[in-house]
Structure formats: structure tokens, C-alpha cells
């Protein structure tokens, strides 16, 4: 039998029994280790929605997550038991017109654990996952770091949509887990100035050990008054900003603080309805870009945690149980303790 976490409302998640699924051909059955939260698994919690999209129960819950193989489906040669993995947690149809052209992370049919319709979460003792998107971990990675490859791949995504490049100046609104990871991508593209900003002076200090230039405290309610305090404290209008908070004003800050001719991404997943200042987006050739998961980025991810060019570990501020999981949830919420990164075991 399996156990895993199933939320069935809103701040409704109760452990349950399920017996695992039958293995098809093109899967493994994976012994999960570690298992990562999330900001949108907070909003499904504590919500019930994400974005415009609204949970329908029952649903699993986590994303972030690294497992080990236990049992290969009959046509599975490229994994074995024994073989640590990181978990891509998508199933795209490869046959949409998206997936035909290279781009399955906007597969018209994919089904994503945990999204908002009910599809298992990766915070179970067992999954099943297709083959191919689980992918080994170098023996120097460990399961914690294999868990934190599904956010740092979404940080890589957005970079590569913005074209980082050696001397790219970088703008990051938020110092939470994205932003930090973002922070993380975009160093090692080569951005060779860059600032992060956060509401929180001690998530700004996290930033600073891990890497950025600069640091700016935000807050200000003026966002083209905080905008030129971003150009001063950078010497430099910055090329790309990495909006990473979702919030409003932040937002509207991005657009004022970025180059003519630069680019916004949207990394954090906002509300569905925001006021922006459109025109001077426009009228600067300012563009605005979307952000949905990540494509081809895990073994990026992967090559750059083995090979020690980034440092993912310092996310990690709090680790729990498996039977700890309300717990977790209610520290990552509330910030309890400086929490940037909640762990769950579930070995």
C-alpha cells in the first residue's frame, strides 16, 4: 500500500492509503526520498486556487521531488533499480502541435502532479512516473539537491527566455526560493550585476551569501520612485528583470525599473488581475514574457549542482518527517523562523 498527503478543501489535507497503481512499459516505480514545498502548493492549500485555475479535490500535493527506482516498466532501458533520480513532474502527450514543435511544457493535454485537477503528488512513499522524465543524479548530488532540480529548472527556463548572457545586468524582485534560485541561473549564465529585492531584510542577507552584487530593501509604495532607486544603487538600468513575487507593485516596479529595449518575465505566478503601466512598457520596447515550468532544463540543472558551479543547499532551512506534513505546510506559510525551503522526508 501507499500513503501520501490528499487535500480535500481548502486547509483540508488528510494522509490516506491508496494501493500503488500498476507499472506500464515506459515506467518506474520510485521509493520517494525528498520532497520539496512550494509557493503554489501554499496557495492550493490555503486557497483552494492557482492563478485562475481552481483546485478540484481530491488532489495530491507536491512537485519538488527525487526519488529512487524500485521497479522498471518492461520497455524501461535507461533506468535500473538502485538509480537515484530527480522527478520532472509533467506528462506531456508528445503529439499536440506544442509538443511537435519542442515546446511540451504548453502541451494543450499534459497533466502536471500535483496541478489543480486531481492528479497524484509527488509527497507519497510510492510514485509512478514515466521513464523520461525522471533522470539520474551524479553520485555528488544528494536527494535534497535532487528535490530543489524542479525550481532551479523553472529559474533556468526563465533566464534562457530572456537571453542571459556573460554581462547581462539583472534585476530580481523577491528573495524567497525562485528569486534566490533565479539569483543562482542567472549567475552562472554570466550576469555580472545584479540586484535582488525583498521586503525581508534577512532573505535579503541570504541573497547577498549567495551571490548577488547588491541588495535593495523594498516596500515603497511609489513604484517609479523605488524604480529610480534601483537604477542608483545598480549604476545602470537593468537589461532583465526577474519578477519572482507575483505582487502587484513589484510588477509595476519591474516595468518602470527595466531598460528600453530590455525584458520582464514572469517567474512568480501574480493574480489574475493586475494594474500595470502598459504604456511605458510599450513605449520603451519593454517586453513583458511569460514564465510556465521549463523545457529541456533538468540536465542543465543536474550538470551545473554536480559540476559545483551553483550551491542550492543554503534554501534549505527547515526539514520534516513525512508524518510532519501539516507541520511543514504551517512553517512555510507563516515564514516561521526565517523558513525559505521546507524539506519533507519520506524515506
Do not use: W
Amino acid at each position: 500500500m501507499n500513503r501520501y498527503p490528499v487535500l480535500h478543501g481548502v486547509n483540508d489535507l488528510r494522509m490516506e492509503s491508496h494501493p500503488i497503481p500498476a507499472l506500464g512499459p515506459n515506467e518506474v516505480l520510485l521509493r520517494m526520498s525528498k520532497v520539496g514545498l512550494c509557493g503554489s502548493d501554499l496557495s492550493l492549500m490555503y486557497k483552494g486556487k492557482l492563478g485562475d485555475y481552481v483546485m478540484v479535490p481530491p488532489l495530491g500535493v507536491g512537485h519538488e521531488a527525487s526519488g529512487v527506482v524500485t521497479k522498471c516498466g518492461s520497455a524501461v532501458t535507461t533506468l535500473k533499480p538502485g538509480d537515484r533520480v530527480a522527478v520532472e513532474p509533467g506528462d506531456p502527450c508528445g503529439k499536440c502541435e506544442f509538443c511537435r514543435s519542442g515546446h511540451y511544457n504548453n502541451c494543450v493535454t499534459a497533466s502536471f502532479h500535483a496541478s489543480p485537477v486531481p492528479n497524484p503528488g509527488c509527497l507519497a512513499l510510492y510514485f509512478v512516473h514515466r521513464a523520461d522524465f525522471c533522470f539520474k543524479l551524479p553520485d555528488n548530488v544528494t536527494q535534497e539537491e535532487g528535490a530543489l532540480i524542479e525550481p532551479f529548472a523553472v529559474a533556468i527556463h526563465a533566464c534562457r527566455r530572456a537571453r542571459v548572457t556573460a554581462g547581462t545586468t539583472v534585476l530580481v524582485c523577491g528573495a524567497g526560493p525562485l528569486g534566490l534560485l533565479s539569483l543562482l541561473a542567472a549567475k552562472a549564465m554570466g550576469a555580472t550585476s545584479i540586484l535582488v529585492t525583498d521586503v525581508r531584510p534577512e532573505r535579503l542577507e541570504t541573497a547577498r551569501k549567495m551571490g548577488a552584487n547588491y541588495t535593495m530593501l523594498a516596500g515603497g509604495a511609489d513604484p517609479q520612485k523605488e524604480a529610480k532607486r534601483i537604477e542608483e544603487v545598480m549604476g545602470c538600468m537593468p537589461e532583465v528583470t526577474l519578477e519572482c513575487t507575483g505582487v502587484e507593485v513589484a510588477f509595476q516596479t519591474a516595468i518602470y525599473a527595466t531598460r528600453s529595449c530590455g525584458a520582464v518575465l514572469m517567474v512568480g505566478l501574480p493574480s489574475v488581475d493586475l494594474k500595470l503601466p502598459i504604456v511605458h512598457a510599450g513605449l520603451r520596447e519593454v517586453d513583458i514574457l511569460g514564465v510556465f515550468r521549463y523545457l529541456n532544463c533538468y540536465p542543465i540543472a543536474i550538470d551545473l549542482i554536480s559540476k559545483g558551479v551553483v550551491d542550492v543547499k543554503p534554501l534549505i532551512t527547515h526539514r520534516f518527517k513525512f508524518d510532519e506534513f501539516q507541520k511543514a505546510f504551517e512553517f512555510f506559510r507563516n515564514g516561521t523562523d526565517g523558513a525559505i525551503k521546507c524539506m519533507i522526508s519520506c524515506d
